[in-house]
């Protein structure tokens, strides 16, 4: 079965610092992935995505990726975090083929940036 | 705001009974879809319709329907409840099967 892994369950930093978290996926084929970010007691927001072309994607509010298709790795990360961005980061991978629209999540990662 | 909307915010209802969630996609956009959200399963894809058809199925149960309207709006019906379907319930919409998907702020449900 597909699926999607996300590495840490729970990362606190302090603010400034850097942040990496780490997704991997199963292979299966060409693949469309996403990062979303839910802020607490929010919707899913939409931080970026990856289509094609070129590997390292920006997002909103300073947040980048990095596909590395040999690897299965989709990493999100961010030079200087802020208090402001304490949420829940969720991975996702759309599977490309005959009726696999859907998104498959991975499990979170909480994020706790301290002051 | 993503544009998808969902009603009602919150519901509490008690085992064995019946509800329906309901969920209007962004403006222009033809698929829907419904996701649980549940401490301990995650996020998981529940059901796919696209303009008014439903295209494909994840881990919904039998007890659980969904459809779509000629308006595009849709409806999750969730019938003889149990504790364990006490979840968050998010819509996403899509302008097409493929293309990225925007979700709604989500119905939480509580069985008692």
């Known amino acids: 079965a ?5 590495h840490n369950h729970h990362v606190i930093l302090s603010e ?6 780490g997704c991997n996926y199963s292979y299966g084929g060409t693949v469309n ?3 979303y970010v839910q802020y607490p007691g ?3 927001q939409l931080l970026l ?7 390292l994607v920006k997002g909103i509010k300073g947040f980048e990726a990095e596909f590395i298709k040999s690897k299965f790795s ?9 208090w402001s961005d304490t949420a829940e980061y969720f991975c996702a991978v759309k599977y490309s083929g005959a009726g696999s629209y859907q998104l498959t999540f991975g499990k979170g990662t909480k994020l706790s940036v301290i002051p | 705001d993503s544009g998808v909307t969902q ?12 509800v329906t969630l309901r969920c209007s996609p962004r403006s222009g956009d033809l698929s829907v879809y419904w996701y649980q959200q549940s401490l301990d399963q995650g996020l998981q894809f529940l059901i796919q319709y696209y303009n008014g058809e439903e295209r494909a199925k994840g881990n919904i149960l039998e007890r ?10 849709s409806e999750l019906n969730l019938s003889s409840l149990e504790l364990g379907d006490s979840a968050l319930y998010f819509c996403a919409s899509s302008v097409g099967r493929q293309e990225t998907q925007y979700f709604g702020p989500g119905t939480r449900l509580l069985v008692l």
């Open chain 1, 42 to 44: 929010q919707h899913l």
């Open chain 2, 64 to 73: 659980f329907s969904a459809q779509q309207f000629p308006d595009l709006h």
């Open chain 1, 2 to 6: 597909q699926s999607v892994s996300q």
């Open chain 2, 7 to 18: 009603t009602p915010k919150h519901l509490i209802t008690a085992t064995g009974q019946r």
């Open chain 1, 33 to 35: 992935l996403f990062w």
């Open chain 1, 74 to 82: 989709f990493n999100l990360r961010k030079p200087s975090v802020q």
């Open chain 1, 16 to 21: 400034a610092a850097s942040l990496e978290l």
């Open chain 1, 49 to 55: 995505k990856y289509f094609s072309g070129d590997p």
